[in-house]
């Protein structure tokens, strides 16, 4: 019923708060960090914007690989406006 998870962050322009949310995940309403988001509501995230400055933002998941154990870390980059 319009459950969602959220991911939250600063604006890399600006600093505002963003509250990006996700239903790909357990959606329990629960409030993440780049340090412990779930990469299955992770996977639900494409980008974001801020609607205080209206920059756009990517998230990049990169897969770490360590003596038998993986982990995944999570990046916010701006995403260039381009053509469309
Ligand atoms: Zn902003």
Do not use: W
């Amino acid at each position: 019923m319009g459950m969602f998870d959220s991911l939250i962050f600063k604006c890399k322009k600006c600093g505002h708060k963003i509250d990006a949310q996700s239903k790909s995940g357990r959606c329990n309403l629960e409030e993440y960090t780049l340090r412990d988001l779930p990469i299955e509501a992770a996977i639900g995230m494409d980008f974001f914007r801020c609607y205080k400055c209206g920059q756009d933002h990517q998230l990049d998941i990169s897969l770490k690989l360590s003596s038998g154990s993986s982990k995944v870390k999570y990046k916010v980059r701006t995403k260039e406006k381009g053509s469309g």
